[in-house]
């Protein structure tokens, strides 16, 4: 089903994009996974490599993204100084190791760090309906980009208080979808949220949402044993 994008994946490499961060302070070496892989259709390769065209003008930014969250830095300094301190929790989003078979899917930060995107492929192991995503899973896409726009706009940790969403269309397995979150208010430690879910030709909105993030303290690292 899934037609490889080798080509791809080896010129994301050759950019530099695949390497993972310095290991110096590392207690684990995280791959960065917001690459392309022999699980990405052809649609994705395509869509990944103008987005990153569109980013080479340094108007938006590619956010790496590896199997484990780093919620107790915030994804700005993250990515300022990409290294990983310590191993965090495993990342809800690539909980599937199988390429191809759950989320694909790469986050582009704009400038202003009041919006992103997120471009994401969704695997069959995400099907609820016969051929269709499981609305669980778009809610999961959504959170996580309205998530990380909030994480960018707090520098802070955050976590989702609301989140209402309008199905509108349904989304098939394979798919390639663009979630475009932006931040619609910031008022003390509550940042607005608003997300719309297209396909990649603008054609069909598939889903809209708003979302209320709230500023928290940083969560403690886990215990080493739970690792
Ligand atoms: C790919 C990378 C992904 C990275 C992004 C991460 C995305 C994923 C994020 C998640 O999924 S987080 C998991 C799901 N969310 C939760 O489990 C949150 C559970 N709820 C809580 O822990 C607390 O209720 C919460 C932290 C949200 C708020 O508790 P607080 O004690 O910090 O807030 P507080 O009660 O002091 O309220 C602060 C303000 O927010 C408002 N507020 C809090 N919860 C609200 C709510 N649910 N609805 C509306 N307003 C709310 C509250 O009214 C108040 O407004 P004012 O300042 O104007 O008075």
Partial sequence: MWRSCGAGARAAVAHGLGRAPPTALCSVSPQDLAVPNTGWSAAMCEQFQRLLRRAADGSWRRIP???????????????????????????????????????????????????????????PYLEGHHGFAHGGAIATLIDSTVGTCALAVAKASVMTAKLSISYLAPVPVGAVVVADSRMERHEGRKIFLSCHVRDTKRDTLYAEATALFIQVEDTKPPPAASL
């Fill in 65 to 123: 993204s590896y199997r484990r969250g780093l919620d107790y830095l915030p994804e700005v300094v993250q990515m300022a100084v990409g290294v990983v301190t310590r191993p965090g929790p495993r990342l809800f989003l690539r909980s599937v190791d199988e390429e191809g078979a759950g989320f694909e899917y790469a986050i582009f930060l704009h400038a202003s760090g009041h919006r992103t995107q997120c471009l994401c492929q969704l695997g």
